[in-house]
């Protein structure tokens, strides 16, 4: 009997597979997005909307060209469904009014320079969304910081021409986010007991001064709840991050009230609940063991609130974002789960005899 | 003291020698293939920064002012910078062989490091006292290291990615430092304090 | 971390939503009838292969030793049946490859006679351990969970070690597969039977049963048979993937963990698995070599899926026509759907650690294109041994397999928990084992080379030294020259002096 | 004039002496990795590689005039051996390993010359003048010495047939 021509099949083991698959999981991500979304064009009305779609229809062509551009079939690889969160994603982060040509730089960014440069899905190295939003914010500090009130949502048409920069924003409509007002105010020498905030900078339910993601504060983190129960994030990231804002917030407002902004105000402004829930547990940037995202969540968190109270931005989730996924691999590198029968350092751990219990 | 410690941020981060001053390219594209290796480049030229801070600073205040010998100023910086070199070159030699082998032209190429010479300079121009140039060459390397650590974290997992032929290899990595420099300008217009 | 993980302390390993054991598990036990022939491997252990004791052409009795075992580590081989040795030679081995190995294929004369017994003993607690291992290496007994390292040597390792506590691998962790189950339910008598005299083997005093809670019919039965037995516990563990792997049952059991690269022996516990001590009371107590055992076959193209006592080197293909099947079979795969061999094609033997062969459907193999790495990090959370497959995986396709073993390799058990979870259907198994292999070539390469390189030294040595006997024997035979020409000289000088 | 000549020359004289002192404390003995080099190679000596003996070769990889994979012999894992001392990276592909080769004697072709015998750099070679040679296995190189010296091409190099002990599997291929 030889065994020449016989194999049918060389496969290694296992034979049964249970993982869902990726796109499975992006699209489960994409779904719990959809409430904070539509909130979102609630309030800000059609262009928001129409923002929305540019910049998601950008990031889409972006990976497509590349795709085809690398030889590769891109309608198989668009399924997976990473270029549609990504461009989700980026639209909930910009300023709602924001003109055409903002979703459509910053999508084609994303998914061209922010990934697919590097090889694609899996082999980035910053979260597409967030390092096309900071390639944005520097380059058009403009049109990224023009924010509106969410009073007198328009209709579709006129808001699409709000959209291609056909029909002008009335003046009383633009005004500054909470943050971004407090910088401000401290700059002119203002301090936060004496500031006077303007209409809509705040509000509990969230009509409010914003981008998408920042408005529907408490749809995004029921959001990222629901990541929590599917299990497809775990509370490490979320928790570690939210934390690391929060506490130096807190004992900052404690000790001087009119330098430091309270905590409650930290978590429910600007990008805090998208980014711990959303953009810092992107599977791809973040380390992948749990202490590891315990480390990654307090990095994010503290340089976060860093930014927001030191730096020259208002806002620092994205840069937190960033500034962590780049220390990500020397994480991975440094903290890695014990080995069965190893010793921490991974050296196989000494012998111990005696009775067992 | 917090000035010191200001001193110490705003020159490792805010202005970073690498991602803000654009300074140091050199190695910076050139030793950051390997994570260990890189290290050892910081720890290199961190110790020649410093070294070359302090030293210039005496020379400059010592022997070029008194004497009004500021034209020779460049010249006689580099004489210490190259001494510098020279002497960790023979340190690293001894000490880690794996390490000078890695590292290679790199290790003597930290005498034209324009980051090594720009800080002395810098110092001067700016009037340092002592102490604040130390820690100006101190921060500044830190500042360096941390970065090209950083940067050889990242290009190593770049190193089993599948990046598209095109932009495989420096292309990819230049994309890869202007990305970080983005990140990096979340530090821009920071006041401490 | 879900609530299962929180409840039971395992944070390690996978839970299939559904473990397919049954309906198959709760079929009564059937016994195979006798094929036309069969094909009995020579190798079906870990360590020498056994050398054939009988010639073409000879008849053979049931029991009778066909193939005896070749130094420490090996295992003797037994006919199943008797018949006439038709072929020693190769046939194709239960093995991904589908290389062939050496069997002794016996045509059946369907009579079944009985040749003669080993000694049985009555009272094997009366015997030395010494001689209690002798009969088990005798009976050619190896770890029947799948491991088939010869038991004897096992035991004499755990007297040498004097482990205190044996454990008893009642888990059978694999999906699909409840040969242990059915053996427990069916036979629990004979394997605490075997615990007790593998414990007066090895000394131990302690023996604690693990059986996943998945079993409580295997669990109630074994505990009725432990009744009376004050060393011998029987200890429900949560049914969780890899828990019949060794390590993990320990760990689970004792509390223990197993140093790496050592063995269980140097904590002072032994692991077997309940097969084996079925066969090892058959062995000791009635004479019976090991030439039969409890196979489950079962998979969606299987008819009537059950356990199957078929004698070892049966046909895959007699086995399934004696089960029937339904329809063709996507895959075969011998073992269970985690971690077994997906078979070449059907003419292949069973060997004594098979426990059971899966005739899959294409649904139920799922076979998916692999897409990129998401670093989702469902595998670092899956692995039983708390490696990074993702990195090790990476690694291994850069060709870094250097880095990849710094990063514990060597630890990984290949349980496939990583494969199972993987939502890019990353092949990480087939990384692994082709990596394992590839270390393992290399360092075969390099022992060779510092035997080749001893080889030269010496033969450098000895042409030196041949070379200067030479230049020694040259220089000596001219100094006898010159001392005679000499010697002739004076004496000339002599006799002229004399003469003159 | 006088003031920047001298005190050029003395920052000269002065970091003159330290690198002075420092070169006599952190000397360097001798080159410490062609001896490592050397330790690593077979050390048969076979001369495949094209250098006069390993330590020539070792010596020619020192100063990175071969690449670090000449030695055939030694084969891949040798080679990243050597790649790791050298501080360079081993491309994933490299050298085609075309699988072990061994030497193995046509019986009817040999003529018991002892040839092969004599230039078998690990006595691998068997047998006496007018006896058929034969190979010992374990202790081939494949090196190909005895190839060039058999007047009948008796004597040549074979594969090693495969077997399921040195049977692997293929590395997987990955999408994306």
């Given at each position: 009997?030889?065994?020449?021509?016989?194999?049918?099949?060389?496969?290694?083991?296992?034979?049964?597979?249970?993982?869902?698959?990726?796109?499975?999981?992006?699209?489960k991500v994409v779904a719990t997005l959809v409430p904070a979304t539509v909130y979102g064009f609630w309030l800000f009305g059609s262009p928001a909307f129409w923002l929305w779609l540019i910049t998601i229809a950008?990031?889409?062509?972006?990976?497509?060209?590349?795709?085809?551009?690398?030889?590769?079939?891109?309608?198989?690889?668009?399924?997976?469904?990473?270029?549609?969160?990504?461009?989700?994603?980026?639209?909930?982060?910009?300023?709602?009014?924001?003109?055409?040509?903002?979703?459509?730089?910053?999508?084609?960014?994303?998914?061209?320079?922010?990934?697919?440069?590097?090889?694609?899905?899996?082999?980035?190295?910053?979260?597409?969304?967030?390092?096309?939003?900071?390639?944005?914010?520097?380059?058009?500090?403009?049109?990224?910081?023009?924010?509106v009130v969410p009073a007198g949502a328009p209709g579709l048409f006129d808001g699409l021409l709000i959209t291609l920069g056909q029909m002008p924003v009335p003046d009383a409509?633009?005004?500054?986010?909470?943050?971004?007002?407090?910088?401000?105010?401290?700059?002119?020498?203002?301090?936060?007991?004496?500031?006077?905030?303007?209409?809509?900078?705040?509000?509990?339910?969230?009509?409010?001064?914003?981008?998408?993601?920042?408005?529907?504060?408490?749809?995004?983190?029921?959001?990222?709840?629901?990541?929590?129960?599917?299990?497809?994030?775990?509370?490490?990231?979320?928790?570690?991050?939210?934390?690391?804002i929060a506490i130096p917030a807190a004992i900052g407002h404690a000790a001087d009230p009119a330098r430091y902004i309270d905590w409650t105000t930290h978590l429910m402004s600007g990008g805090a609940m998208l980014g711990a829930f959303f953009i810092a547990t992107d599977y791809v940037t973040s380390p992948s063991t749990r202490a590891g995202q315990v480390v990654f969540g307090l990095g994010c968190g503290l340089l976060t609130w860093v930014i927001r109270t030191y730096g020259g931005y208002p806002e620092g989730v994205a840069f937190a974002v960033l500034l962590m996924n780049a220390l990500t691999p020397a994480i991975d590198r440094l903290i890695k789960p014990r080995v069965y029968g190893r010793t921490f350092g991974g050296k196989p751990a000494p012998l111990q005899k005696g009775k067992s219990k | 003291m917090s000035e010191y410690l200001i001193l110490l941020v705003s020159t490792a981060l805010v202005n970073n020698v690498v991602l803000v001053k654009f300074l140091g390219l050199c190695p910076f594209m050139g030793v950051s293939k390997k994570l260990d290796s890189s290290f050892g480049m910081g720890l290199a030229t961190t110790f020649v920064i410093t070294l070359a801070s302090g030293a210039c600073w005496a020379l400059e205040h010592y022997l070029l002012a008194p004497l009004g010998l500021n034209y020779l100023r460049i010249l006689t910086f580099i004489l210490v910078i190259a001494a510098a070199v020279q002497f960790i070159e023979m340190v690293v030699r001894k000490v880690t062989p794996e390490l000078y082998r890695t590292l290679g032209i790199y290790l003597p190429l930290i005498t034209t490091n324009c980051a090594v010479l720009g800080i002395p300079l810098l110092n001067v121009q700016q009037a340092n006292n002592f102490a604040m140039s130390v820690m100006v060459g101190f921060g500044a390397s830190v500042g360096f290291t941390l970065v090209l650590t950083m940067f050889a974290g990242l290009r190593e997992r770049l190193s089993l990615a599948k990046v598209p032929q095109t932009f495989e290899g420096a292309p990819v990595s230049f994309v890869l430092a202007s990305l970080l420099a983005l990140a990096f300008m979340g530090f821009s217009g920071m006041k401490l304090g | 971390m879900g609530l299962r993980e929180l409840l039971n302390g395992v944070r390690w390993g996978v839970h299939p939503?559904?473990?397919?054991?049954?309906?198959?598990?709760?079929?009564?036990?059937?016994?195979?009838?006798?094929?036309?022939?069969?094909?009995?491997?020579?190798?079906?252990?870990?360590?020498?292969?056994?050398?054939?004791?009988?010639?073409?052409?000879?008849?053979?009795?049931?029991?009778?030793?066909?193939?005896?075992?070749?130094?420490?580590?090996?295992?003797?081989?037994?006919?199943?049946?008797?018949?006439?040795?038709?072929?020693?030679?190769?046939?194709?081995?239960?093995?991904?490859?589908?290389?062939?190995?050496?069997?002794?294929?016996?045509?059946?004369?369907?009579?079944?006679?009985?040749?003669?017994?080993?000694a049985p003993h009555a009272d094997p607690f009366s015997l030395s351990p010494a001689e209690v291992s002798q009969r088990i290496a005798d009976a050619g007994i190896v770890g029947l969970g799948g491991a088939t390292f010869p038991s004897a040597p096992k035991a004499q390792l755990g007297l040498k070690l004097a482990v205190h506590t044996l454990i008893i691998n009642g888990g059978e962790c694999e999906p699909y597969l409840s040969s242990d189950d059915s053996l427990m339910r069916v036979r629990a008598d004979e394997v605490i039977d075997g615990v007790r005299i593998l414990m007066h083997a090895t000394g131990a005093t302690k023996a604690l049963v693990g059986i996943e809670d998945n079993k409580p019919e295997a669990t109630a039965a074994?505990?009725?048979?432990?009744?009376?037995?004050?060393?011998?516990?029987?200890?429900?563990?949560?049914?969780?993937?890899?828990?019949?792997?060794?390590?993990?049952?320990?760990?689970?059991?004792?509390?223990?963990?197993?140093?790496?690269?050592?063995?269980?022996?140097?904590?002072?516990?032994?692991?077997?698995?309940v097969?084996?001590?079925?066969?090892i009371h058959r062995a000791v107590r009635a004479g019976e070599p090991l030439y039969r055992r409890i196979v489950t076959v079962n998979g969606g193209a299987v008819a009537q899926p059950g356990n199957v006592l078929a004698p070892i080197g049966v046909l895959i293909e007699d086995l399934l026509a004696f089960v029937g099947l339904k329809e063709a079979p996507a895959r075969l795969v011998m073992g269970g759907p985690m971690m077994g061999i997906a078979l070449p094609h059907a003419q292949v033997p069973t060997v004594k650690g098979c426990g059971g062969i899966l005739a899959l459907t294409a649904n139920e193999i799922t076979d998916v294109a692999p897409s990129a790495c998401i670093r989702c990090g469902s595998c670092v959370k899956a692995c039983p041994m708390g490696l990074l497959p993702l990195e090790l995986s990476a690694h291994i396709q850069a060709g870094e397999y250097d880095k990849a073993e710094a990063k514990g390799l060597d630890d990984c058990l290949a349980c496939g928990c990583c494969a199972y979870v993987c939502p890019s259907h990353v092949p990480l198994v087939q990384s692994f084992y082709h990596a394992k292999g590839e270390v393992w070539k290399r360092a075969q390469q390099k022992k060779r080379t510092e035997f080749t390189k001893g080889l030269a030294q010496a033969r450098t040595a000895r042409l030196e030294r041949e070379a200067r006997e030479r230049a020694e024997a040259a220089a000596r035979r001219k100094a006898e020259r010159a001392a005679q020409q000499a010697a002739a000289a004076a004496s000339a000088n002599t006799a002229g002096g004399a003469s003159a | 004039m006088i003031a920047p000549i001298a005190s050029v020359m003395f920052l000269g004289l002065v970091l003159g002496l330290i690198l002075g002192y420092a070169a006599k404390v952190f000397h360097v003995e001798g080159d410490a990795l062609v001896e490592e080099l050397i330790e690593l190679m077979p050390g048969t000596n076979c001369g495949q590689c094209s250098f006069p003996g390993c330590s020539g070769a070792a010596n020619a990889i020192a100063r990175g005039e071969a690449s670090v994979d000449c030695c055939p012999g030694g084969g891949r894992a040798l080679a990243e051996a050597i790649a790791a001392k050298m501080g360079v990276s081993l491309g994933a592909g490299g050298k085609a390993d075309s699988g072990p080769k061994l030497a193995q004697v046509a019986e009817h072709l040999c003529i018991g010359c002892a040839r092969c015998f004599k230039v078998c750099p690990t006595?691998?070679?068997?047998?006496?003048?007018?006896?058929?040679?034969?190979?010992?296995?374990?202790?081939?190189?494949?090196?190909?010495?005895?190839?060039?010296?058999?007047?009948?091409?008796?004597i040549g190099l074979e594969p090693v047939p495969l077997t399921l002990r040195d049977w692997n599997w293929t590395k997987p291929a990955l999408a994306g």
């Amino acid at each position: 009997m030889s065994a020449q021509g016989m194999i049918l099949q060389t496969v290694a083991s296992p034979h049964a597979r249970a993982g869902e698959s990726v796109s499975v999981v992006m699209l489960k991500v994409v779904a719990t997005l959809v409430p904070a979304t539509v909130y979102g064009f609630w309030l800000f009305g059609s262009p928001a909307f129409w923002l929305w779609l540019i910049t998601i229809a950008a990031a889409l062509v972006g990976e497509a060209v590349c795709l085809r551009w690398a030889g590769r079939d891109p309608l198989p690889l668009l399924k997976d469904g990473s270029a549609l969160l990504t461009g989700w994603l980026l639209a909930l982060s910009l300023p709602p009014w924001a003109p055409w040509w903002i979703g459509v730089v910053g999508g084609l960014f994303a998914t061209t320079l922010g990934k697919q440069v590097f090889g694609g899905l899996g082999n980035n190295l910053f979260n597409p969304a967030m390092i096309a939003r900071i390639a944005l914010l520097v380059s058009f500090p403009v049109q990224m910081t023009y924010w509106v009130v969410p009073a007198g949502a328009p209709g579709l048409f006129d808001g699409l021409l709000i959209t291609l920069g056909q029909m002008p924003v009335p003046d009383a409509m633009s005004s500054a986010t909470l943050l971004g007002h407090a910088k401000t105010d401290l700059a002119r020498g203002v301090d936060l007991l004496h500031t006077e905030l303007p209409g809509h900078a705040f509000n509990w339910v969230g009509a409010r001064v914003g981008s998408l993601g920042e408005t529907s504060t408490w749809l995004i983190a029921a959001g990222g709840v629901a990541l929590l129960a599917m299990r497809i994030i775990t509370w490490h990231v979320p928790v570690a991050m939210l934390a690391a804002i929060a506490i130096p917030a807190a004992i900052g407002h404690a000790a001087d009230p009119a330098r430091y902004i309270d905590w409650t105000t930290h978590l429910m402004s600007g990008g805090a609940m998208l980014g711990a829930f959303f953009i810092a547990t992107d599977y791809v940037t973040s380390p992948s063991t749990r202490a590891g995202q315990v480390v990654f969540g307090l990095g994010c968190g503290l340089l976060t609130w860093v930014i927001r109270t030191y730096g020259g931005y208002p806002e620092g989730v994205a840069f937190a974002v960033l500034l962590m996924n780049a220390l990500t691999p020397a994480i991975d590198r440094l903290i890695k789960p014990r080995v069965y029968g190893r010793t921490f350092g991974g050296k196989p751990a000494p012998l111990q005899k005696g009775k067992s219990k | 003291m917090s000035e010191y410690l200001i001193l110490l941020v705003s020159t490792a981060l805010v202005n970073n020698v690498v991602l803000v001053k654009f300074l140091g390219l050199c190695p910076f594209m050139g030793v950051s293939k390997k994570l260990d290796s890189s290290f050892g480049m910081g720890l290199a030229t961190t110790f020649v920064i410093t070294l070359a801070s302090g030293a210039c600073w005496a020379l400059e205040h010592y022997l070029l002012a008194p004497l009004g010998l500021n034209y020779l100023r460049i010249l006689t910086f580099i004489l210490v910078i190259a001494a510098a070199v020279q002497f960790i070159e023979m340190v690293v030699r001894k000490v880690t062989p794996e390490l000078y082998r890695t590292l290679g032209i790199y290790l003597p190429l930290i005498t034209t490091n324009c980051a090594v010479l720009g800080i002395p300079l810098l110092n001067v121009q700016q009037a340092n006292n002592f102490a604040m140039s130390v820690m100006v060459g101190f921060g500044a390397s830190v500042g360096f290291t941390l970065v090209l650590t950083m940067f050889a974290g990242l290009r190593e997992r770049l190193s089993l990615a599948k990046v598209p032929q095109t932009f495989e290899g420096a292309p990819v990595s230049f994309v890869l430092a202007s990305l970080l420099a983005l990140a990096f300008m979340g530090f821009s217009g920071m006041k401490l304090g | 971390m879900g609530l299962r993980e929180l409840l039971n302390g395992v944070r390690w390993g996978v839970h299939p939503h559904d473990d397919h054991k049954r309906p198959a598990a709760d079929v009564p036990l059937r016994v195979m009838p006798l094929p036309e022939r069969l094909c009995v491997p020579l190798l079906q252990h870990v360590g020498a292969p056994a050398l054939p004791v009988v010639a073409v052409g000879e008849r053979v009795l049931r029991g009778q030793l066909i193939a005896a075992a070749q130094g420490s580590v090996s295992a003797p081989v037994h006919a199943p049946s008797s018949g006439v040795i038709s072929a020693i030679g190769e046939v194709t081995a239960p093995h991904p490859s589908g290389l062939p190995f050496a069997a002794i294929t016996i045509a059946l004369d369907g009579k079944d006679e009985a040749g003669d017994a080993l000694a049985p003993h009555a009272d094997p607690f009366s015997l030395s351990p010494a001689e209690v291992s002798q009969r088990i290496a005798d009976a050619g007994i190896v770890g029947l969970g799948g491991a088939t390292f010869p038991s004897a040597p096992k035991a004499q390792l755990g007297l040498k070690l004097a482990v205190h506590t044996l454990i008893i691998n009642g888990g059978e962790c694999e999906p699909y597969l409840s040969s242990d189950d059915s053996l427990m339910r069916v036979r629990a008598d004979e394997v605490i039977d075997g615990v007790r005299i593998l414990m007066h083997a090895t000394g131990a005093t302690k023996a604690l049963v693990g059986i996943e809670d998945n079993k409580p019919e295997a669990t109630a039965a074994m505990r009725r048979a432990a009744e009376g037995f004050a060393a011998i516990e029987i200890r429900p563990v949560p049914a969780r993937y890899p828990m019949g792997s060794d390590r993990q049952l320990v760990q689970v059991l004792t509390g223990k963990e197993v140093p790496s690269g050592a063995r269980t022996a140097s904590i002072g516990v032994l692991v077997n698995n309940v097969s084996t001590c079925a066969a090892i009371h058959r062995a000791v107590r009635a004479g019976e070599p090991l030439y039969r055992r409890i196979v489950t076959v079962n998979g969606g193209a299987v008819a009537q899926p059950g356990n199957v006592l078929a004698p070892i080197g049966v046909l895959i293909e007699d086995l399934l026509a004696f089960v029937g099947l339904k329809e063709a079979p996507a895959r075969l795969v011998m073992g269970g759907p985690m971690m077994g061999i997906a078979l070449p094609h059907a003419q292949v033997p069973t060997v004594k650690g098979c426990g059971g062969i899966l005739a899959l459907t294409a649904n139920e193999i799922t076979d998916v294109a692999p897409s990129a790495c998401i670093r989702c990090g469902s595998c670092v959370k899956a692995c039983p041994m708390g490696l990074l497959p993702l990195e090790l995986s990476a690694h291994i396709q850069a060709g870094e397999y250097d880095k990849a073993e710094a990063k514990g390799l060597d630890d990984c058990l290949a349980c496939g928990c990583c494969a199972y979870v993987c939502p890019s259907h990353v092949p990480l198994v087939q990384s692994f084992y082709h990596a394992k292999g590839e270390v393992w070539k290399r360092a075969q390469q390099k022992k060779r080379t510092e035997f080749t390189k001893g080889l030269a030294q010496a033969r450098t040595a000895r042409l030196e030294r041949e070379a200067r006997e030479r230049a020694e024997a040259a220089a000596r035979r001219k100094a006898e020259r010159a001392a005679q020409q000499a010697a002739a000289a004076a004496s000339a000088n002599t006799a002229g002096g004399a003469s003159a | 004039m006088i003031a920047p000549i001298a005190s050029v020359m003395f920052l000269g004289l002065v970091l003159g002496l330290i690198l002075g002192y420092a070169a006599k404390v952190f000397h360097v003995e001798g080159d410490a990795l062609v001896e490592e080099l050397i330790e690593l190679m077979p050390g048969t000596n076979c001369g495949q590689c094209s250098f006069p003996g390993c330590s020539g070769a070792a010596n020619a990889i020192a100063r990175g005039e071969a690449s670090v994979d000449c030695c055939p012999g030694g084969g891949r894992a040798l080679a990243e051996a050597i790649a790791a001392k050298m501080g360079v990276s081993l491309g994933a592909g490299g050298k085609a390993d075309s699988g072990p080769k061994l030497a193995q004697v046509a019986e009817h072709l040999c003529i018991g010359c002892a040839r092969c015998f004599k230039v078998c750099p690990t006595d691998a070679v068997i047998g006496a003048a007018k006896q058929i040679h034969g190979v010992l296995h374990g202790a081939c190189t494949g090196c190909g010495s005895c190839e060039k010296e058999c007047p009948t091409g008796a004597i040549g190099l074979e594969p090693v047939p495969l077997t399921l002990r040195d049977w692997n599997w293929t590395k997987p291929a990955l999408a994306g």
